[in-house]
């Protein structure tokens, strides 16, 4: 009977998901502060929730990062409360999906109209180069050292890339042709998928592949 992977928790691998973790923070830390200043100058409820969204990726990467760092110390992965950090991230995905249906269904209801944002639109064109490119380190990462709970992190991190496509697409279709409800359909999709990868972190069936 094969017996499960083991997490690899030293080693190179384990130095760059610590890296990419501090990246993630230090990002999303920047990426927050710029999103909701500009919301709230904006009066966009997409600015906002992209920076609502920022601060939950920084409670998730620090989350991983501790236990990352505990586990380099050890020189050993405490099973257990691998299980409990994972679940804690699986709860972030639902803390987003939450709050991108009552947004959504909100803007969508009352047609809410928002002020054109430049410092949104750079910003979030932006995200679409970092976001990506974090999640792919992240998971890569997360694959060399077997760990479903860096994998869970870079699930939540990829959302938060396609979270910027969308409210990009949002920013500009509103700033060029007037559309209002582009940004929060998309958000109602992605809190599907925030879902389903949250219940898959919850059950820690996240898988180790690279499909």
């Known amino acids: 009977m094969t017996q499960p992977a083991i ?3 030293t080693g190179p691998a384990a130095r760059r998901a610590v890296r990419y973790e501090q ?15 500009a919301g709230l100058a904006a009066g966009s409820i997409a600015l906002l929730g992209f920076g609502f969204d920022s601060w939950i990726e920084v409670a998730a990467a ?48 009352i047609g809410a109209v928002p002020e054109v944002s430049p410092v949104g639109i750079v910003l979030t064109a ?15 990462a997360g694959l ?3 760990s479903r709970l860096v994998v869970a992190d870079a699930a939540e991190t990829r959302l938060c890339a396609w979270l910027s496509v969308s409210t990009f697409a949002g920013l500009l279709a509103y700033a060029l042709v007037g ?23 919850w059950q820690g069936e996240l898988v180790c592949d690279d499909d």
């Open 179 to 201: 559309w209002t409800w582009l940004d929060p359909a998309a958000g109602l999709v992605i809190a599907a998928f925030a879902v389903k990868e949250g219940r898959e972190a």
């Open 62 to 109: 620090t989350i991983v990062l501790w236990r990352l760092r505990a586990e380099l110390r050890g020189g050993r992965t405490d099973q257990a409360k691998q299980r409990r950090a994972l679940r804690v991230v699986a709860v972030t995905f639902f803390v987003l999906a939450i709050y991108l249906l009552v947004e959504g269904v909100r803007d969508l209801t």
């Open 126 to 140: 932006a995200s679409i180069v970092v976001m990506p490119w974090l999640a792919a380190r992240k998971r890569a």
């Open 23 to 37: 990246a993630s923070i230090a990002y999303n830390i920047a990426e927050g502060i710029i999103a909701i200043g």
């Open 7 to 9: 997490p690899q928790v």
């Open 144 to 146: 060399a050292l077997r």
